[in-house]
């Protein structure tokens, strides 16, 4: 499998002129077939898709993995602290219906 930077190297060889198929083949260790695929603008949907992707990604300042923004994991995080706090004063609320009044000072 190409990585998207090796494949814009073959592409930059192979406009350059000076590299034929086969040297460009042997240069970066892709079979010729490949470097004829990639001659004709055939190139495998998944690396266009994965070049797509890794252009699209950035790391998220709040949680530091590498996301396609806006970071869902953080979007995630964010309900679940909220589902908690609601559920906590859900509990709270409970547990102070439930106790015996305190008599008023
Ligand atoms: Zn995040």
Redesign the pocket.
Known sequence: MLKPDDVKMVEELLASGNCSQRAIALRTGVSRATIAAIASGKRSPRTAMEEETQAATQR??????L?KMP?????V?RYQTQVLAVRRWKAHLAARQNSPRRPAA
């Open positions: 998220c300042q709040g949680c530091g993995i996301v970071c869902r994991v953080c979007a995080r």
